[in-house]
């Protein structure tokens, strides 16, 4: 992809995460990171990765932030603005942010990382089908299974957990 | 694939992504907040995968799996805190962190 | 058959009794743990008799002279290659004798207790801990090495106090337990340092090695000397300290008549035939070293010895209770025990004075226990110990009576009783080598009679004191062992006892010297007449010359005030001196420390709790900055 598109998809994540982490009114506050969302999708169909870009819409756009606005709509006033934070909770925190951040990209740009050039990326539906069901190596059968077995695991735990108390 | 844009290009947005959400991690006073923060985390280390996928490793598609089950796992994981906060909303009627508080002295 | 393997359940099996009876003896009638117990003595004795016949007549001797056979030697402690300490069993002529004698007495006074122990409420704990006495004693005797006798002398101690404290609801026995322990724990101090001593110097704990007379021990001995004296007897003074202690030597005799507040059969059984003389055992058994290494030790123990007999004779002259004057005769005649062993040189005829204090042990084991069950029974039937409050007892006790008499004429040195042959071979022993301390246990011969006979005639003779109930005879089970044990004081005088036990296991023969015999006789009849003018009826004569006597009465009566003494040097010397800053330091430094460690770590922990303090985003602030604060570390203090 070109520096272009990179820049602009980057930019529009980044900004949307900072407007997720500091806005007052807490329906905008989901309706950002949906924004953020889209942003990531953005940059993973111009890394040529379609099945996933398309998974994280389906699942992280429409399933999770549908439930984030549910539950804001059951718990909160949506008219209320949120207190402002302490100025001295906003201090330290943005110090270790900022100084672990500056540790990070240092680390980062100091790295030379090799360049590959000579193998090809395979993403097409036909390869991530067999990979993700064949037990060989480079198969992801295994975590496959235990997904789904922690899905039905969060299933009836959130069920339990969110429902009402037996009163009789 | 165009010269240009390189992997820690990826990795300092990754980077700052992550940091970001800490921030609001560490800031914020409502519990759905502070879940928003940690999707941000999740999401961030999810484009970290896929660029060393990309860039390092383009002959197997590890990174890209790993992306996807992170992003199970993290449904999973919002399902189960949303069904804590509506139980801690019913006992509670707030749900700001400071009341939560009494595995303490 | 050669070998002695069985020896090991004589002791064994009463270990066992005792933990069985301990654990499970109130579950069954208390009947079942006195039958249980004696069963198990009664084995013991058997088999003791069995030993001693194999051992004396049969296998025993070599060359004509007795063995010391060790049964079973087994290392228990290494400390290096020549000091271990081993556990084991060890027969020779006196163990043997000593065995014999510990269970045949233990049987009879177990016997006896099943008849007047019935009905107390402690019954089978009773028989427990005899059993675990029985054990002990049986151990101490037995054992192959100095340091194994030691903890089984402790172990004897410590099953006196049980026993003396049975009653444990009177506060005076319990004193008086305690008073025997700390008395003859404080004199096994002394024993001690010097079995350090002497292992230090003579490179072994073993008996066999410590006792040969041409071993390294007391062939290097004189090497060290400290004040004038070797090493060694240093070492064998202490040691003598220790048996004083267990024997109840002057000074440290104040033990014993206190611990008369014991059941009667205890009484029998520890302080007059067994445990007491575990002191001169321990000299016995000690006694090459002490004859060739150090007669100065020998000297010390002769003289505290001839003391000790005078003293308590004297005591025992004005006490009117009826077990403390059998406490102060205990004394008295392990005195003379004492003084025999003290002038003994080694040898067959040169250790006649062993011999005879091995002889005086074994009869006196008889006639002590005799006496002291005897005065059971008295004090069983009248309910009292004083002997102003008994009289006339012949006519309604027959049995008690005779048995009394045969073992008071015993004691006193009447022939033919077994009492005249072991004193008569002690004055010959002693005769030889020391007029002055002759003189000395021949004026208490006499004096011995005479006390044992104002105790005879004032309680069976003298006035009938109106008794509330007429004193009936004691049950069968009690009389059989009275008669028992007077058959055995009448007859064991007759035993060639030369012929067995000498200080160097060769057999002699010994005869009776008439120009000691005569004279010793004689005093003893003096005694016994004037017993008989004073006591038999009832008259006012005693008390005329107790006015008389006066101060020197008085002070007798009260036992010469030694208690005082120590009392005063406990209270007002050690106590105000040594325990009082010892306290103030113990109670003000050093709880005062703990106190204000657990104070700091209060107050600190008060100050740094709110570190937990339940909120979600001060734990991740910390764990981030933490993280962060790592890396830099790493990143950097590598690279740089």
């Not at chain 3, 030597?249 to 033990?255: N, Q, R, S, V």
């Given at each position: 992809m070109s520096e272009t598109v990179f820049y602009i998809l980057s930019g529009f994540i980044l900004v949307f995460s900072i407007l997720t982490v500091t806005s007052r009114k807490i329906l905008r506050t989901a309706v950002y990171l949906l924004f953020v969302l889209l942003g990531t999708c953005g940059i993973y169909f111009a890394m040529d990765f379609n099945f996933l870009a398309a998974v994280q819409l389906t699942v992280y756009a429409g399933g999770i932030v549908v439930i984030i606005i549910f539950s804001i709509m059951l718990t909160s006033d949506l008219q209320d603005k949120l207190e402002a934070v302490q100025f001295r909770k906003i201090f330290f925190s943005l110090l270790a942010v900022l100084i672990g951040a500056a540790v990070c990209i240092t680390t980062i740009l100091n790295h030379s990382f090799p360049q590959i050039t000579d193998k090809v990326l395979d993403s097409s539906m036909r390869t991530i089908g067999l990979r993700l069901l064949s037990y060989n190596e480079g198969g992801f059968v295994l975590p496959f299974e235990i997904i789904s077995i922690l899905l039905l695991a969060a299933i009836i735990g959130s069920i339990i957990i969110a429902k009402k108390a037996d009163s009789n | 694939m165009e010269t240009g844009v390189s992997i820690q290009h990826f990795m300092v947005l990754s980077t700052l992504m992550f940091f970001i959400g800490v921030y609001g991690f560490l800031t914020r006073k409502n519990l759905i907040t502070i879940l928003l923060s940690v999707e941000l985390i999740l999401n961030s280390v999810n484009i970290n995968f896929v660029a060393f996928n990309k860039f390092l490793y383009p002959e197997n598609l590890g990174g890209h799996f790993f992306a996807m089950f992170v992003i199970a796992v993290a449904a999973t994981e919002v399902s189960v805190a949303i069904a804590i906060i509506i139980s801690l909303y019913r006992k509670l009627k707030m749900i700001d962190v400071e009341n939560v508080n009494e595995m303490k002295y | 058959m050669e070998n002695f393997l069985y020896t090991l359940i004589i002791p064994v099996i009463l270990f066992f009794t005792f933990v069985f009876t301990g654990l499970?003896?109130?579950?069954?009638?208390?009947a079942v743990s006195g039958i249980i117990c004696t069963a198990s003595v009664l084995i013991s004795a058997v088999l003791s008799y069995w030993t001693a016949y194999q051992y004396y007549f049969i296998h025993g001797k070599v060359n004509g002279v007795y063995q010391i056979i060790n049964v079973y030697k087994i290392e228990w402690l290494k400390f290096n290659d020549t000091l271990s300490i081993d556990i084991g069993i060890l027969l020779d002529p006196i163990s043997v004798m000593m065995m014999v004698v510990i269970t045949t007495v233990s049987l009879m006074v177990h016997i006896y207790s099943i008849g007047y122990m019935k009905g107390d409420s402690g019954y089978s704990r009773y028989f427990a801990f005899l059993s675990l006495f029985t054990f002990a004693m049986l151990g101490l005797v037995l054992s192959v090495n100095i340091f194994m006798t030691y903890m089984f002398w402790e172990l004897v101690g410590i099953s006196s106090y049980l026993l003396i404290g049975h009653y444990y609801n009177k506060p005076s026995a319990v004193s008086a337990s305690k008073k025997a322990f700390i008395v003859t724990r404080f004199a096994d101090l002394g024993f001690l340092i010097g079995i350090l001593l002497l292992s230090a110097f003579a490179g072994t704990f073993d008996f066999n090695e410590l006792t040969n007379p041409n071993g390294n021990a007391i062939l290097q001995s004189a090497s060290v000397t400290f004040m004038g004296l070797s090493a060694i007897t240093w070492a064998l003074i202490l040691i003598f300290i220790g048996c004083a202690g267990k024997s109840a030597?002057?000074?440290?005799?104040?033990?014993l008549p206190d611990a008369m507040e014991g059941p009667t059969p205890v009484s029998a059984l520890i302080h007059a035939a067994t445990m007491v003389v575990a002191g001169v055992y321990l000299i016995a058994r000690l006694f090459p070293l002490y004859v060739f290494t150090s007669p100065a030790a020998l000297e010390v123990v002769a003289h505290v010895g001839a003391f000790t007999s005078l003293f308590a004779a004297i005591i025992a002259c004005t006490q009117t209770d009826i077990k403390r004057v059998l406490a102060f005769s205990t004394i008295s005649q392990i005195g003379y025990m004492m003084v025999s062993l003290g002038v003994s040189g080694y040898g067959a005829e040169e250790g006649l004075g062993y011999m005879a204090s091995m002889f005086h042990l074994f009869t006196h084991a008889m006639f002590k226990a005799l006496l002291f069950l005897g005065a059971g029974s008295i004090i069983h039937a009248i309910h009292s110990n004083e002997i102003n409050s008994m009289g006339n007892l012949r006519k309604y006790m027959p049995v008690t009576h005779i048995t009394f008499l045969i073992a008071c004429l015993a004691i006193a040195g009447i022939p033919p009783l077994s009492g005249f042959f072991s004193k008569d071979e002690i004055l010959v022993a002693v005769v030889e080598k020391n007029i002055f301390l002759f003189g000395v246990q021949y004026l208490v011969a006499g004096i011995t009679a005479f006390y044992m006979f104002r105790l005879y005639f004032t309680v069976f003779w003298n006035r009938d004191k109106n008794y509330e109930h007429d004193p009936h005879e004691s049950p069968n089970v009690m009389l059989f062992t009275l008669i028992f044990l007077a058959a055995c004081s009448a007859l064991?005088?007759?035993?060639?006892?030369s012929q067995f036990v000498s200080s160097n296991g060769e057999s002699f023969s010994t005869q009776i010297h008439m120009n000691i015999a005569i004279p010793t006789v004689g005093i003893a009849l003096a005694g016994i007449i004037l017993a008989f003018v004073l006591y038999k009826k009832e008259s006012v004569s005693p008390e005329k010359i107790k006015n008389s006597l006066g101060l020197l009465y008085r002070s007798a009566y009260r036992k010469f005030y030694i208690d005082e003494v120590y009392i005063f040097v406990t209270k007002k010397i050690i106590f105000n001196l040594i325990s009082v800053p010892v306290a103030w330091f113990d109670r003000h430094v050093v709880d005062n420390t703990m106190n204000g460690i657990a104070y700091t770590t209060n107050f600190v922990s008060e100050k740094i709790k709110?570190?937990?303090?339940?909120?979600l985003q001060q734990y991740a602030f910390i764990m981030v900055a933490g993280m962060i604060l790592i890396f830099l570390l790493t990143l950097y203090l590598i690279i740089v």
């Open positions: - | - | 499970f003896g109130s579950k069954f009638k208390p030597m002057f000074p440290l005799h104040i033990w064991a005088g007759l035993i060639p006892f709110y570190m937990q303090s339940g909120q």
